[in-house]
């Protein structure tokens, strides 16, 4: 669409004819604009990069290893796992997903730490309906932790999970729906914060458990009653699984191993399709709220 | 309020308050702007002048009243009204990991500026705040005054009808002010714009075209700088005795009105005040230490209608607070 009203530069603008208030296309260019300053300094922190890098890479290597040797007795995944399915493999999927949510989270979180140091002024008085600013900074926030999880696909070979174009193609939405969904969730949550205060009480009781509970780093079945519970409520869950199931299936391990560790609900195993859509319908409610949020004024 | 003043008044407001929970921040403020001047709200901090503009430009809701921005109703039509102001706030609202040039695309963008002007407007802009050199710099890198000069350059971009500017010289070094004024003053000239701007600096306000003076959320005064003065009416004389109380009564009876006590020293205004000087000396029985007159100055003014002076310290140590708060914003956008 072409601005029909062209410019007006140095007219009175008493006349001026203004395009309507409120219509789709402004809505959209401003979700993109703000969805690309957010890419746009993303890639320019390269330090920001590297340093989210590090965290996955010490589970990976580290931890999983460690406990790789400590359970390697009792051997984890059950009876008729492969010989040489690892601890480290089994969280490989679960640590991509960790990737996401922590880059989701911190991605939403700018939004407060625009509102302290002024920019969020800029676009809260530009003549924008507010959703672009909710759903521009959810599909930001969803960018960059997309890139920051399948970054880590990168070190499939060195954990030994054998990537198949099939496995990676399926991945990638797959990551994404989760990316969106937790974004949408932090921008909910930080359209309501005013000061980085908040932010480490969001990290520690909310961050941590969805983290704990979304099975990315032990298999969801056989737990105890209120904590099943507890994992079934914790959306990241919805995306872990599908994400392990489709990698792990790829890297051939056999399907019955996989249906003892996925997620059930009553003891019925969702389908790969059903999980992203409960992710999906998660994502758009809670960035519903986000946009309510951002429209109300004082 | 005649409807024609309406009419082509550029910012227009009736009853205008605004309350949060007990606190009256504004109480019924009543407004008229007229296109091209440079309208100036003077008052010290906490006076309802941030309020006031929060409300203006759609930031906030108001309690009472009614207020029209080009013609455009605020509470109506708020999308309207922002698209046809700019705005320069108290605290920088730029991006500082992006360079100048970004921050003008994205308000560009924003504001919906057709593409084929952007990239001219934007050079136009950053020429007129002399910054073309640093357009390709990342934010974090510039000067209070540098940040300042862009988000003048921002504000003007989408060729807005009114350029609202919240304590545009908070924080800067006086050469700075001075330098931010000589754009400023440009501006009605050079785009037509009409600027609606807050100061508590006296000196500042003497740029305006008109003044309202606000106190405790309410209008004292409106006119131009020397409307204004007159009202002090002749010169101020500034005594200082051995003893101020015992003098008051005296000095009350010589210049025809009570003196008010500030900061250690009688103020008192006279017709004139070569001709009072030597009978106060001669006719006041307690010694007079010092004595000077002058021609009256917008902080005569503040003094008259209010009873005090707008305190410099108080600003002083608000703008430290917000020089510390800056210097931490800036290691902060560093990450």
């Known amino acids: 669409m072409s601005t029909p009203n062209g410019v007006m530069a140095g007219a009175p603008a008493v006349a001026a004819r203004r395009r309507p208030s409120s219509t789709l296309w402004p809505t959209l260019r401003a979700i993109y604009i703000i969805w690309y ?112 999880g399948l970054i880590l696909l990168l070190l499939a070979p060195v954990v030994g999970v054998k990537l198949t174009l099939m496995s990676v193609l399926t991945v990638v939405p797959l990551v994404f729906v989760l990316a969106f969904a937790l974004s949408a969730m932090g921008v909910a949550i930080a359209s309501r914060m005013r000061s980085m205060q908040g932010f480490q009480v969001v990290m520690n009781f909310l961050m941590m458990p969805i983290f704990f509970l979304s099975g990315a780093l032990f298999p969801l079945g056989g737990l105890p009653g209120w904590m099943t519970f507890l994992t079934r409520i914790d959306p990241a869950a919805y995306g872990m699984d599908p994400i392990r199931r489709v990698l792990l299936d790829g890297a051939g391990l056999p399907p019955a ?40 004024r004082d | 309020m005649t409807t024609a003043a309406s009419s082509d008044a550029v910012i227009s407001v009736q009853g205008l308050a605004k309350h949060f929970g007990p606190v009256e921040a504004v109480r019924g403020i009543d407004l008229e702007v007229r296109p091209g001047e440079i309208f100036g709200f003077l008052g010290p901090n906490g006076a309802g002048k941030t309020t006031t503009i929060n409300i203006l430009c759609t930031l906030l809701h108001a309690t009472a009243g009614r207020a029209t921005v080009a013609g455009i109703d605020v509470e109506h039509d708020p999308a309207g009204v922002r698209s046809r102001i700019g705005l320069v706030f108290q605290d920088p609202s730029l991006d500082g990991q992006l360079t100048a040039q970004e921050n003008l695309e994205f308000h560009a963008f924003v504001y919906d500026v057709p593409a084929a002007e952007r990239a001219a407007r934007i050079a136009s802009a950053l020429e007129m705040v002399d910054l073309t050199d640093r357009a390709k710099s990342v934010v974090m890198t510039f000067s209070g005054g540098m940040k300042r000069r862009l988000e003048i350059a921002r ?181």
């Not at chain 1, 490989?92 to 880059?103: A, W």
Request: proline share 4%; glycine share 12%; aromatic share 8%.
């Open chain 1, 37 to 148: 300053r957010d890419v746009l300094r993303f890639w320019r922190d390269r330090t920001r990069l590297l340093a989210t890098f590090a965290q996955p890479l010490l589970y990976l290597i580290i931890f999983g290893t460690g406990l790789s040797s400590a359970l390697s007795g009792s051997a984890f995944g059950g009876a008729g796992a492969p010989a040489g399915f690892s601890y480290t493999q089994f969280i490989f999927p679960g640590i991509i997903g960790m990737s996401v949510l922590f880059s989701s989270i911190f991605a939403a979180m700018s939004i407060v730490w625009d509102r302290e140091f002024g920019f969020l002024k800029e676009v809260l008085v530009a003549p924008i309906d507010r959703s672009a600013v909710a759903i521009g900074k959810a599909l930001g926030g969803a960018t960059q932790a997309m890139f920051q």
């Open chain 2, 155 to 335: 504000g003007i971009l989408h060729t807005p009808d009114v350029l609202f500017l919240d304590e545009p010289t908070i924080g800067l070094d006086p050469q700075t002010r001075r330098h931010i004024w000589g754009y400023l003053s440009e501006l009605p000239k050079r785009h037509g714009v009409t600027i609606f701007m807050t100061t508590h600096y006296m000196d500042e306000a003497e740029y305006c075209d008109r003044i309202a003076i606000i106190d405790h959320g309410q209008i004292q005064a409106v006119g131009t700088p020397d409307e204004l003065k007159s009202m002090v009416g002749g010169d101020v004389v500034t005594i200082t005795t051995a003893d101020n109380a015992a003098a008051a009564g005296e000095i009350a009876v010589l210049a025809g009105s009570d003196p008010i006590a500030d900061n250690g020293t009688l103020r008192v205004e006279v017709a004139d005040g070569a001709a009072f000087v030597p009978r106060l000396v001669r006719e006041t029985s307690v010694e007079v230490t010092s004595v000077a007159f002058r021609r009256p100055s917008l902080d005569d003014v503040f003094l008259k209608l209010t009873g005090r002076a707008i305190r410099e310290e108080e600003a002083g140590s608000t703008d430290a607070l917000r020089m510390m708060g800056r210097a931490w914003m800036g290691r902060g956008q560093g990450r």
């Open chain 1, 257 to 296: 191993v996989l249906d003892r560790m996925g997620l059930t609900i009553g003891g019925t195993i969702l389908p790969i399709i059903g999980e992203a859509g409960i992710l999906l319908a998660f994502g758009v409610v809670v960035l519903g709220i986000a946009v309510r949020n951002f429209r109300v």
